[in-house]
C-alpha cells in the first residue's frame, strides 16, 4: 500500500534509518544464528482452539484455516522454520515498513507494456517481462500481481515476486490500476477498493490471450483486497488455479481506524498526497464533471479519506466515506472463495490490522489458509536468506504454493525451463 513517496522519506528517513544503523545491523547478520531452538522462540498468541490449529509448525507463526490439512504439507518446509525478523529493522514495524519501502533493492527488469481499454473507455496497463512472448511456451502458468494503493510494477516488493515466478518459467504479469505506473487516464473516473470491472477485464483478456495456461494471482495490501473479494463475489474467479493474498487490510473500516492514529498518520498522509499527485497529471479530464465531486479536495488531498470524499465515493455511487469502505471489505467475501487461496499477515502490520483478520471465516472454508508472522510491517517481512536488501520473507512461500499448484493442476512433477535467461534479482 506504500509506494516510495518523498514526503515519508523526507520525515521519517533522516530519523530512523541512518548509514551506521545500516552498518552495524550488517555486521549482527554474520554472527547472528539462523535457527533457534522451539524453546527459544517467542510463542504467538493464537484464536480458535487447539483443533483448528495445524500443530505440526514453529511456534512464532500462527497457522490456521480450512485448508490446513491439504496446503501445510506443501509449505511445511518454511512452516518449520521460526521467524528471525532481521537484526534492528525487524525491532519496529515502522522502522520495517519504512526501510522496506526505501532501501529494498528493486530488480532491474525490462518490461513491455500493454495499454487495455475498458468498456468504459478507461485504460488500466499490463506490464509484462519484455520477450517472454517468443520465450515461453503458450501453456506456461501466467502470474498476474496486483500491487498495493497507488503502487505499480515499478515497486520493490512487485518486481521480487516477477523475478522469482518468472525464473521459475512462468509468464508474469503486473497490473496497474488507471494512473498507477504512470498509466494513462482516459477518462474522468480513477479506481477504488470497490470497483471489481477492470480486473475482470484484465482476467478475460489474459485468458482469452492464452487459453491453454493456468492464470493464478498475487496481491498485496489493496491489490490483495481487491483479489479476495474478486475470488468471493465474482463468476470469472472459476478461471483462477489459485491465488495468494499478502497484508490485506480485510476490514477497510478497521484500517482506516488504524491508518488515522499515531504515528500511521504518516502513512496516511503520504498515501493520499500520492493518489492526489495522480488526480493532479490529468485534472483537464475532470474540469467539467460536475455533480458532488470536489476535485480540489481531491488533488490536494492529505489523507485517504479527504481523496476519497472528493472523488472516490461519488464516481462508485456512494453516499459517504464511511458506506464506501464498509462495503468495500473482502473479509466479507472469503467465506465464499472456491479458488486455492493463501494468505499471510503480519501481526504488527501498522495498516492491515491483526484484528481485521476474518479468522473463523478462513477456518470454515476449505480453501483457505492463513499465515500470521510476529512481526513483518506493512509489505516488509525483512527476514530470511535474503534480508535486508532481499526478497520479502513471503517470496520463497508463496512461488512453492503456487508451483505446487500448477505442478498438480498440470499433472507433472517439476515446472523448469532451462531455455530461460535467468533475470537478476
Not at 333 to 361: F, G, M, S, W
Amino acid at each position: 500500500m506504500i509506494s516510495r513517496n518523498p514526503p515519508i522519506m523526507a520525515i521519517v528517513a533522516p530519523n530512523l534509518i541512518t548509514q551506521s544503523l545500516f552498518a552495524n545491523s550488517l555486521k549482527l547478520r554474520q554472527s547472528r544464528v539462523r535457527r533457534l531452538p522451539a524453546t527459544m522462540a517467542t510463542p504467538v498468541a493464537v484464536t480458535g482452539t487447539t483443533a483448528d490449529q495445524f500443530k505440526d509448525h514453529h511456534p512464532s507463526l500462527e497457522v490456521l484455516g480450512g485448508a490446513c490439512d491439504s496446503f501445510c504439507p506443501i509449505i511445511k518446509t518454511h512452516l518449520d522454520r521460526p521467524y528471525n525478523s532481521f537484526p534492528v529493522f525487524g525491532s519496529n514495524c515502522h522502522l520495517e515498513t519504512i526501510f522496506a519501502a526505501f532501501f529494498r533493492k528493486i530488480p532491474d527488469v525490462k518490461l513491455k507494456r500493454e495499454c487495455l481499454r475498458t468498456q468504459d473507455d478507461g485504460t488500466v496497463t499490463l506490464d509484462w517481462v519484455s520477450g517472454d512472448t517468443r520465450n515461453l511456451p503458450e501453456t506456461s502458468p501466467i502470474l498476474l500481481l496486483l500491487p498495493g494503493l497507488s503502487g505499480g510494477s515499478q515497486d520493490a516488493y512487485v518486481r521480487h515476486m516477477l523475478v522469482r515466478a518468472r525464473n521459475r518459467g512462468w509468464r508474469v504479469v503486473v497490473f496497474n490500476s488507471r494512473g498507477c505506473a504512470d498509466s494513462p487516464v482516459t477518462t474522468p473516473q480513477m479506481y477504488s477498493a470497490s470497483f471489481l470491472g477492470d480486473l475482470d477485464e484484465v482476467v478475460g483478456h489474459i485468458t482469452t490471450r492464452y487459453p491453454k495456461a493456468n492464470l493464478y494471482g498475487t496481491g498485496w495490501s489493496m491489490g490483495a483486497n481487491i483479489l479476495v473479494q474478486y475470488l468471493g463475489k465474482e463468476s470469472g474467479a472459476r478461471r483462477f488455479s489459485g491465488a495468494v493474498s499478502m497484508c490485506n487490510p480485510f476490514n477497510l473500516v478497521m484500517s482506516d481506524e488504524d491508518i488515522c492514529q499515531g504515528f500511521s498518520r504518516i502513512y496516511n498522509r503520504s498515501l493520499g498526497k500520492a493518489l492526489g499527485g495522480i488526480l493532479k497529471k490529468h485534472l483537464p479530464l475532470f474540469e467539467d464533471i460536475g455533480g458532488d465531486y470536489n476535485i480540489p479536495l481531491a488533488a490536494n488531498a492529505e489523507t485517504i479519506r479527504e481523496y476519497d470524499e472528493g472523488l472516490t465515493r461519488i464516481s462508485f455511487g456512494f453516499k459517504s466515506v464511511d458506506e464506501y469502505l464498509q462495503k468495500s471489505c473482502s473479509a466479507d467475501h472469503i467465506k465464499n472463495v472456491q479458488t486455492p487461496l493463501l494468505c499471510i499477515q503480519a501481526r504488527n502490520d501498522p495498516i492491515a490490522p491483526d484484528r481485521a483478520i476474518p479468522r473463523e471465516d478462513i477456518k470454515m472454508n476449505p480453501n483457505c489458509l492463513l499465515i500470521v508472522t510476529p512481526k513483518g510491517g506493512h509489505l516488509g517481512w525483512v527476514a530470511g536468506e535474503d534480508a535486508p536488501l532481499g526478497c520479502p520473507w513471503t517470496d520463497p512461500m508463496v512461488m512453492d504454493f503456487l508451483q505446487h499448484l500448477e505442478n498438480e493442476k498440470s499433472g507433472i512433477q517439476e515446472a523448469t525451463n532451462s531455455l530461460l535467461q535467468p533475470l537478476e534479482a
